[in-house]
Each structure stands twice: as C-alpha cells, then as structure tokens.
Nanobody, 121 residues
Framework: QVQLVESGGGLVQAGGSLRLSCAAS?????MGWFRQAPGKEREFVGA????????YYTDSVRGRFTISRDNAKNTVYLQMNTLKPEDTAVYYC?????????????????WGQGTQVTVSS
C-alpha cells in the first residue's frame, strides 16, 4: 500500500523556520510539495527529482525554502526559513511514478494527508 506521511508542521512566528518531512512507502521519481490556504486553491511550492539533480520552486518561496531527499529513507524534506504569515497553509507532499511537469497537481499519483503550518505575525 502506497503511503505518504507528512510531519513537522506547527505554529511559528514570522521570521522563524520549520522543516517538514514526508516519508514514503516507495521510491518515486518526483516528489513535490504543495500548500493550500483557507479559501484558496492548492498551489505548487516545490519539487525534486529522484536523483536530486533538479529542484523546482515557486517564485514566492525561492531563496527561503529548500527541498531535499534521502532516497535510502524514501523521505523528502522541505526546509522553510524566513517564514511569513502568507506561508500559512496546509502543506501536502505528493509523489509521481513517472516524469511529468512537477509543478502540476495532475503530475502526481499519490498524496499525503497534509500538515498544518501556521505563521503568526
């Protein structure tokens, strides 16, 4: 059974940091992070290819967030620094079995349950 389990969310003050983890039951080609704020659509945050050779970020987090992965542990990480109140959302990790455009929701075959990140001002 394919499972993605996120952890690491919580409440942090603006300017602080959090590291999210996503443990997968299988190895996948691309692993991505998305987020969804209340009343808004789910949006792409970033992604990483299996070899870690390529990473992708949406403009609003580039330079503040870093994605990495440990394939031996089937785990992907999202290091979030200099957090802003507008980063508040439920964060989801997602996994793709084949190579597709990593910024698209439709590119992913499996999703985690999400973890809440709240940034206070």
């Amino acid at each position: 059974q394919v499972q993605l389990v996120e952890s690491g969310g919580g409440l942090v003050q603006a300017g602080g940091s959090l590291r999210l983890s996503c443990a997968a039951s299988f190895s996948f080609y691309d692993m991505g992070w998305f987020r969804q704020a209340p009343g808004k659509e789910r949006e792409f945050v970033g992604a990483i290819t299996w070899s870690s050779a390529s990473t992708y970020y949406t403009d609003s987090v580039r330079g503040r967030f870093t994605i990495s992965r440990d394939n031996a542990k089937n785990t992907v990480y999202l290091q979030m620094n200099t957090l802003k109140p507008e980063d508040t959302a439920v964060y989801y990790c997602a996994a793709s079995r084949v190579k597709r455009d990593p910024s698209l929701i439709s590119a992913y075959d499996y999703w985690g349950q999400g973890t809440q990140v709240t940034v206070s001002s």
